[in-house]
């Protein structure tokens, strides 16, 4: 075992390209090294802005990596030659980094970050909140620009410390204005997009909160490491014959007490531990697609009420329609829930009718459009709640869509056997192994997804429920050639189209 003490991580959070993280990194550099600390710069990308260059001057550079991929040249830092040079602190720009492929280097930068801190080295480092892995998808919501290089949090939260580099958007832009963060000919571009003002107020206040809620963890860790209390007992020490009684009758007393805990977890194990599942996959799940909404959301309408920032007509519409796409993400999960739970209870009501296939598609496709649709009109129509119908074709179509590789498209047949309608969503993704379908219809799973939007995990859950529900079946086939079908299947209406509703509830299908 290795005895090396790890590297400690310093981070410096920006909210925006510009805000001074790299100048404030190298200057924490310069003042280390005034005082004696053996500081390299492992890779500082100064993008032609002149005080960040002058930042590095007394400030020893390893020489960067030359690489070559797909007939372009490029620089990367050199990680074995900074793991040889042995310094004390290291400086490496952009976090996020993606390095260029080849002579088996670390797919990302972070990585090099992490070999360095692995073998001592303290690390400084510059990140935007954009490029963190929770807080991606928000951002791209809030800018309209994906990011794609990102940073797992965890990378981030174990570092020894976070400093926020903030300031004021209007002083950003000022900034941006006078040439000091990209060159003139991208100028105008940044101010009209990326660096609105709208913008900008959203993607700080984004950052304050992360920020706040590492502090808050740090503060609950550092609370849970109360001093320890020495308890000092005294008596009569016991002789020697007299403790191998006591150690006798203490071993028959553990043994007793062993057992009866033994049985008592056996009858119970069973129902802990599916409720233990449960608990952790809903924490898991509410904790990122609830937060994100939320997140989101709350910056918007924290920008809009903002008055240090005045906003173009044009920004208002997008922070507006930001909040308003963000409640609407939470009213559907948060409907979800009570639709799952009021299934689960036999308290959802349903009104049953005679229900056209060609009548509920084209609502429930509106939010998938790229969809193959097979021609429903000759098929007859079944006993259901056109609405909860609806709810459940889109779900299996949106799950679908998800696994469904770029370029190949989502099918929807319909064919009537035996006094039946079976409905198929076909998707031509990776498919699910055998072993994997018994938690396929488990509410908050989401086996084989990769995204961080793909909600709470209850679509199947919710749609083979609200299926049953309506004396149907929902179930899953192998795709031919590749991929996964959902099976649908419905009786056949008995009075036709137009005819009145009949009321039944969940809890009596």
Aim: hydrophobic share 40%.
């Amino acid at each position: 075992m290795s005895d090396v003490r790890p590297g400690r991580l310093k981070v410096y959070l920006g909210a925006a390209p510009g805000v001074g993280k790299t100048y404030r990194m190298l200057d924490e550099g310069r003042r280390r090294a005034s005082r004696g600390v053996d500081v390299v710069v492992g890779f500082v990308e100064c993008h032609g802005r002149p005080h960040t260059e002058a930042m590095l001057e007394g400030l020893e550079t390893v020489p960067r990596l030359a690489c070559a991929h797909r007939g372009g040249h490029f620089e990367e830092m050199d990680l074995a030659a900074v793991l040889a040079r042995r310094p004390q602190v290291t400086i490496v720009d952009e976090c996020a980094h993606t390095n260029v492929p080849g002579d088996g280097r670390n797919p990302e930068r972070w990585q090099d970050i992490e070999a360095l801190l692995g073998a001592g080295i303290d690390v400084l480092t510059a990140l935007n909140i954009q490029h963190l892995e929770s807080l991606n998808d928000v951002v791209e919501k809030i800018t309209r620009v994906p990011q794609h290089e990102t940073v797992p949090d965890e990378v981030v939260r174990r570092a020894s410390q976070i400093e926020p580099v903030d300031i004021h958007p209007e002083g950003l832009r000022r900034r941006m204005a006078h040439g000091s963060i990209y060159a003139p000919e991208k100028i105008d571009a940044a101010l009209a997009n990326y660096l609105r003002p709208g913008n900008l107020t959203a993607l700080r206040q984004l950052a304050l909160l992360w920020v706040a809620d590492r502090v808050d963890e740090a503060l609950q860790e550092y609370r849970s490491r109360r001093p320890r209390r020495l308890l000092a007992l005294r008596g009569r020490t016991l002789s020697f014959s007299e403790r191998r009684v006591l150690a006798v009758f203490a071993a028959h007393v553990g043994s007793a007490v062993e057992r009866a805990r033994l049985a008592e977890a056996a009858a119970e194990v069973e129902p802990v531990k599916a409720a233990d599942r449960l608990r952790t996959a809903l924490l898991r799940a509410v904790g990122h697609d609830l937060r994100t909404p939320l997140a989101a959301g709350w910056a918007a309408v924290t920008s809009l009420r903002s008055r240090d920032v005045a906003f173009s007509e044009e920004d208002r519409e997008e922070l507006l329609a930001t909040a308003d796409e963000s409640m609407a993400k939470l009213s559907r999960l948060v409907e979800n829930l009570l639709d799952l739970s009021r299934l689960e209870a036999g308290a959802l009501t349903l009104n049953l009718r005679a229900t056209s296939l060609a009548e509920v598609l084209p609502m429930a496709l509106v939010d998938v459009p790229e969809v193959e649709v097979a021609d429903v009109e000759d098929i007859p129509a079944v006993l259901a709640d056109p609405p909860l119908l609806e709810r459940v074709i889109a779900n299996l179509v949106g799950n679908a869509a998800r696994h469904t590789p770029p370029g190949k498209g989502v099918l929807v047949t319909a064919s009537a056997l035996a006094g039946r309608v079976e409905l198929r969503v076909v998707d031509q993704g990776p498919g699910l192994p055998a072993d994997g379908r018994d938690r396929l219809f488990e509410p908050f799973q989401r086996l084989g997804d990769t995204d961080n939007t793909t909600g709470l995990g209850l679509g199947l859950a919710l749609a083979r429920g609200l299926t049953e529900a309506m004396n149907g079946t929902l179930g899953p086939e192998d795709t031919p050639g590749g991929g996964l079908t959902m099976v649908v299947s419905l009786p056949f209406a008995a009075q036709p189209v137009g005819a009145g509703p009949t009321e039944q509830s969940a809890g009596g299908a």
